[in-house]
């Protein structure tokens, strides 16, 4: 479905979501009990329910200047054989969800990922009935070097299958640029090295007319990582540093105009960091 819509000055930003669900959360954050969950009081109603389950998703962002269409991150995908069941041989309507935000796969001018996890890049290809092909023919595909490099060199099992059939197949056709953690992928669109998750994982800031708004993707899964910046993501490569990154991510935006934008937030998905205490929180 299309969700939720923002302006950032001359910027449109669109959710297309594939996933939206309740409960599930703490296999990916295994620190967040449902009872440690429903102390933090801040997160009922949006981003938890009553009963300490946390609300998350998966979903892709349709960013519009007014010169190009980029698509950042790809989802799950259909037809990719996945080792979680929920994920295993999907099917959703998500390109024609893309096409009721107004853009037909062949109009998106950039792909852009900001890590190489499964769940960022199941659209980057589609199934013909023999083979994966690039799902946006027109478009090229940007990966970070250092995440590209990485995981060509390192992948093992389900992220061996997710390279086969979602990453090396765009990577064949000629349809990727290798870009740095910092890059400027157009005037006001850059990306923020934020390492820790993945080896050359980025963030993207976006900024126009005076206005910004920062696509997380997944520095953090769920505002609970606001308050406890400690609680690791169990994909984490390197836990250490994917802690100071969110530590220095939001030292850097609180209490700042920045919308914050989570690549895993379920409704509502953008807010802004504030300070509280010690750690942090999410005021939307």
């Known amino acids: 479905m299309v969700g939720e819509v923002w302006r950032i000055g001359d910027v449109k930003i669109s959710r297309i979501v594939e996933i939206e669900a309740t409960g599930g ?55 990719k054989e996945r080792s979680v069941p929920a994920w295993n041989h999907l099917q959703t309507a998500f390109l024609n969800d893309l096409k009721s935000a107004g853009k037909g796969r062949e109009q998106i001018d950039r792909v852009l990922c900001t890590h190489l996890h499964t769940d960022h890049v199941g659209w980057n290809t589609m199934w013909t009935g023999s083979e994966w092909v690039p799902t946006f023919p027109n478009a090229r595909y940007l990966y970070g070097a250092k995440e590209f490099n990485f995981w060509r060199e390192n992948a093992e099992d389900g992220q061996a299958q997710v390279m086969q059939d979602s990453v090396l197949p765009v990577w064949d056709a000629g349809l990727v640029d290798l870009v740095e953690q910092d890059a400027e992928i157009c005037p006001g669109i850059t990306l923020i090295p934020s390492p820790g998750h993945t080896p050359g994982h980025a963030s993207v800031l976006i900024e126009s007319a005076g206005q910004s708004a920062l696509i997380t ?37 609180a209490d700042g105009p920045t919308l914050i934008i989570g690549t895993h937030f379920a409704t509502p998905t953008a807010g802004y960091i504030k300070k509280d205490g010690d750690a942090w929180r999410l005021e939307v």
Not at 33 to 48: D, K
Not at 59 to 66: G, I, N
């Open 217 to 253: 993707g997944d520095f953090l899964h769920h505002p609970v990582q606001m308050a406890h910046p400690e609680w690791s993501s169990s994909p984490d490569v390197d836990r250490p540093q994917a802690i100071q990154t969110r530590k220095t991510m939001y030292n850097r935006f």
């Open 25 to 79: 959360m703490t296999r990916i954050i295994p620190d967040a009990s449902r009872e440690r969950v429903m102390g933090i009081r801040w997160l009922y109603p949006h981003f938890a329910d009553e009963e300490g389950r946390m609300r998350g998703a998966i979903h892709a962002l349709l960013v519009e200047t007014p010169d190009m269409s980029i698509l950042v991150d790809t989802c799950i995908g259909n037809d």
